[in-house]
C-alpha cells in the first residue's frame, strides 16, 4: 500500500513539474526565463522541494506552500505563503508586505535577485512549515 502511495504521489509531482514546463514555454519570453531560474534557486536551496500546481499556478512545498510562481504581464510573482513569518534581512520581499501571513518578491524584466538570499528565504521557509508543523503535530498529541 505505501509503494502505491508513493508512486501516485511521485505520479501527480512528474505531472506538475509537466505544467511547469509547459507553463515556461507557453510564457516565452523574459517571464519564463525568470520563472524557470527562480524554480532552479528553489530545487536548489531544498532538494526535498516538491513541485506541485494549483490554481493554474506553480507551487513550491515542503511541509506546507513555501512559495508559488505566478506569471503577469510585468513580473513574476514569488509569493511565500507565511512570508511575514520568517526573516527577511536583505529585503528581498517588495509586494505584498501590508498582510499579516504572505510576503512576495516580484520579478520585474531585466532584474537579478540576490542568489544567495534568495536560497536563504526558501530554507528560512522550509523550516518554519517543518517546526510549525512539529508543534501542530504536539498539540494535536496533548
Known sequence: MNKKKTSNSSNVEKSAARLIDQRIRELGDWRGEALSR????????DPKIVEEWKWGTPVWSHNGIICTGESYKNVVKLTF??????S???HLFNSSLEG?????IDVHEGERVDVAA??????????????????SSKNAKS
Open 38 to 45: 527562480m524554480r532552479e534557486l528553489i530545487k536548489e536551496a
Open 81 to 86: 505563503a507565511r512570508g511575514a513569518n520568517i
Open 88 to 90: 527577511d534581512p536583505t
Open 100 to 104: 499579516n501571513t504572505r510576503r512576495a
Open 118 to 135: 534568495f536560497k536563504v528565504l526558501v530554507k528560512a521557509a522550509a523550516a518554519f512549515n517543518s517546526s510549525s508543523k512539529s508543534k
